[in-house]
């Protein structure tokens, strides 16, 4: 009895005459016709027919014979094995013949990766392969010994992890376990396969979605005036190791860290620029936008060791938190970790020099940062270096008080003012002058706030007025007195204490602005974390940045990190305090804390205090003084006998409950002086209700 079935009949794959012969090497000499040929249909009928054998499919009056079919698949392999035309297609010769000669491959694995491309390519030398079931390493050693007419040691020897397929990456076999012949022979990326059958091209084109030439640089070493220090070493250190210089050495490496849009890759470029290098950048997503895993980023990076250690070259391998960086979650660990030992042994023996580029240093092992020969943090550019990058980015769009506004703001990186400024130069005639500076400004805010930091305006409220008058202010010192004295020392160490409003943080604005020193104000909130270690951090970082910028540094509510050690109830708390005394005493700038709980703050912290100033409530006559001149400022008629006198019975009045009242006046105008007064009464009244005792307590 014969079985029939309804098949669709799709036209033969044309197979390249030595995948053709391949095929039938699987299916005679290697036994993969026991699954193709079943005793009453093929198990695979697109590869019967791309054999010759589509008769017993379609032909309906013919029935199916397995014996017959068998003896016709070995007369079908007699005649390939006599057929002296068994090329591979030539574009595919051609081009492992160039990469041969990149990384000094061998006439056999060379064959080798020709057949493993096909073996990627061609869906029906695949189908054939997989007759042959699930292959162990050795078993993968005879199979390929067979098919390519090889004697099973060069073929065990040209898959070592010793030879040029392993080191290059271009071939991995998978010896964890037992698969398919295509599963266990790995090309290097997705594409490879396509890209050396398809291309007639460079070899550095093949490997385009793995490592690829970088964008040209659009910076120079210049643009980096705040890494002086650091390129003083980097850049003749480079230029000693490079191929081709006098000196090339193996193991160089350098790990450059940095927030997001610190401008490390700009920096990678700048140095290959400047020391006349190709740069390669190591591919960390494929040709679709897809994220390339850790693992076969560090085969691309491997490839690209043996592609360029004869030219002139440096690697960038970016965002290397891919590899290096431990998870922790469940246990899990880095592809570094659990290729510790290559790891180590490839920092220590790359032939091209690599600057590895990440975010953080944190959670890397130190055992990998000690094999690194610099470790370069990228900080954010100081002010200046920030407005000349911005002029460069979007001086055309923006007006200078705007360009200002933006070179204000740390946390702006200059890749989202790059993407800001395209949007607005393509509808550039939709917008006037002082339109277009507005949207690049209320683009660039809008992005810095999904980032999750403060838009551009942030800082408005804390603006120093244009009439202020530290005189109004009641300190027990003399503080215009204190500014000659600061200004020819340019250092000094003060802490400005009171209760509220009293004005000790719009002082610390004004000082900036009379030392003409860029402001650098923090808040207990910003430097304050959760994790342990990390207030540490953030407040050596503060500080780091306050002397490379040469700003002025003040730290509001500094009584959150150095309260009484006495007190301290866990060892984070102590270590907090001993890391802000550290830094106080190493700083050589000026430094201005605040706080409102004096009477907490640690005993030797207030020993290193050059100046302890006390900010005090206004005295009746600043009061009034400062009355008069918010009447005047709102067009109203200046306080009477009655005002005055009501003035004089408030006893906790400050500065800032006059901001208070500006900022109110916005949105509910002030129409007499009267009102002023009541509204200052209603503040004082606050002020005395948090003082008393609540509740049952009273």
């Given at each position: 009895m014969t079985v029939r079935r309804r098949r669709s009949r799709p036209a033969p794959q044309e197979l390249a005459q030595a995948s053709r012969l391949w095929v039938l090497r699987i299916m005679v000499p290697l036994g993969g016709h026991r699954d193709l040929v079943g005793p009453m249909c093929f198990s695979n009928d697109h590869l019967a027919r791309a054999l010759g054998l589509g008769d017993w499919i379609d032909d309906d009056e013919r029935d199916f014979d397995a014996n017959l079919v068998k003896k016709r698949l070995r007369e079908l392999h007699r005649q390939a094995e006599n057929d002296l035309d068994r090329k591979v297609p030539a574009i595919l010769h051609a081009n492992v013949a160039r990469l041969a000669a990149l990384v000094g491959m061998s006439d056999i694995e060379c064959r080798i990766l020709e057949f493993a491309t096909m073996l990627h390519h061609e869906r029906i030398l695949d189908d054939a392969a997989e007759t042959l079931g699930n292959l162990s390493s050795p078993k993968i050693v005879d199979v390929l010994a067979t098919l390519l007419d090889l004697q099973p040691d060069?073929?065990?020897?040209?898959?070592g992890t010793g030879g040029v397929l392993a080191r290059s990456g271009?071939?991995?076999?998978?010896?964890?376990?037992?698969?398919?012949?295509?599963?266990?022979?790995?090309?290097?990326?997705?594409?490879?396969?396509?890209?050396?059958?398809?291309?007639?091209?460079?070899?550095?084109?093949?490997?385009?979605?793995?490592?690829?030439?970088?964008?040209?640089?659009?910076?120079?070493?210049?643009?980096?005036?705040?890494?002086?220090?650091?390129?003083?070493?980097?850049?003749?250190?480079?230029?000693?190791?490079?191929?081709?210089?006098?000196?090339?050495?193996?193991?160089?490496?350098?790990?450059?860290?940095?927030?997001?849009?610190?401008?490390k890759s700009e920096l990678a470029r700048a140095l290959a620029a400047e020391l006349g290098c190709e740069l390669f950048e190591v591919a960390s997503e494929d040709e679709d936008g897809d994220p390339v895993g850790g693992e076969r980023r560090l085969r691309a990076y491997r490839a690209a060791q043996s592609f360029f250690d004869r030219r002139r070259a440096l690697l960038l391998f970016d965002e290397v938190e891919d590899v290096f960086a431990d998870d922790g979650m469940f246990g899990q660990r880095s592809?570094?970790?659990?290729?510790?030992?290559?790891?180590?042994?490839?920092?220590?023996?790359?032939?091209?020099?690599?600057?590895?580029?990440?975010?953080?240093?944190?959670?890397?092992?130190?055992?990998?940062?000690?094999?690194?020969?610099?470790?370069?943090?990228?900080?954010?550019?100081?002010?200046?270096?920030?407005?000349?990058?911005?002029?460069?980015?979007?001086?055309?769009?923006?007006?200078?008080?705007?360009?200002?506004?933006?070179?204000?703001?740390?946390?702006?990186?200059?890749?989202?003012?790059?993407?800001?400024?395209?949007?607005?130069?393509?509808?550039?005639?939709?917008?006037?002058?002082?339109?277009?500076?507005?949207?690049?400004?209320?683009?660039?805010g809008r992005t810095l706030e999904a980032q999750g930091h403060a838009g551009l305006d942030a800082g408005d409220a804390a603006r120093l007025p244009s009439d202020y008058d530290p005189a109004i202010l009641n300190a027990d010192t003399d503080l215009a007195a204190l500014l000659p004295g600061l200004q020819h020392a340019r250092s000094g160490r003060l802490c400005l204490y009171g209760p509220p409003g009293t004005g000790k943080s719009a002082f610390g604005r004004w000082l900036a602005e009379q030392l003409e020193m860029p402001l650098m104000l923090r808040s207990a909130s910003e430097l304050m974390s959760k994790y342990v270690g990390d207030s540490e951090k953030a407040i050596a970082q503060a500080f780091r940045q306050a002397e490379r910028e040469g700003a002025l540094l003040m730290i509001d509510e500094v009584d959150s990190f150095l309260r009484d050690r006495e007190g301290a109830r866990a060892s984070w708390e102590v270590t907090r305090v001993n890391e802000m005394l550290t830094r106080m005493e190493a700083f050589g700038g000026v430094f201005i804390a605040s706080t409102n709980l004096m009477d907490d703050i640690d005993p030797a912290a207030l020993r290193r205090f050059d100046l302890k100033l006390r900010f005090g409530y206004l005295r009746p006559e600043q009061g009034l003084l400062m009355l008069e001149r918010q009447c005047a400022a709102f067009g109203l008629a200046g306080p009477g006998a009655h005002e005055q006198a009501r003035m004089h019975g408030l006893l906790k009045l400050t500065p800032g409950d006059f901001a208070a009242l500006a900022r109110r006046h916005r949105f509910a105008p002030f129409t007499a002086c009267a009102q002023l007064v009541t509204a200052l009464e209603q503040e004082c009244a606050l002020k005395r209700g948090r003082q008393a005792s609540i509740g049952f307590l009273a």
């Open positions: 060069a073929v065990r020897d040209a898959l271009l071939l991995n076999i998978d010896r964890a376990i037992s698969g398919s012949l295509r599963s266990k022979l790995d090309l290097l990326s997705n594409r490879f396969a396509d890209s050396v059958v398809g291309l007639d091209a460079d070899p550095i084109s093949l490997l385009r979605d793995t490592v690829a030439p970088s964008a040209p640089a659009r910076l120079t070493l210049g643009d980096f005036p705040h890494l002086e220090q650091e390129l003083a070493i980097l850049r003749p250190y480079l230029e000693r190791t490079v191929s081709g210089s006098d000196t090339p050495r193996q193991g160089v490496n350098v790990f450059v860290y940095g927030a997001p849009g610190t401008g592809t570094a970790q659990r290729r510790k030992a290559w790891i180590n042994r490839t920092l220590e023996q790359n032939r091209v020099p690599t600057l590895w580029l990440s975010n953080s240093i944190d959670g890397i092992d130190p055992a990998f940062l000690r094999r690194f020969d610099m470790l370069v943090e990228v900080q954010v550019p100081p002010r200046s270096q920030r407005e000349r990058i911005l002029q460069a980015a979007c001086g055309d769009l923006v007006d200078a008080p705007t360009l200002a506004r933006m070179a204000r703001v740390e946390t702006l990186a200059p890749a989202v003012v790059d993407r800001v400024a395209s949007v607005v130069r393509t509808i550039r005639d939709q917008f006037d002058d002082a339109g277009a500076a507005r949207a690049v400004a209320w683009l660039a």
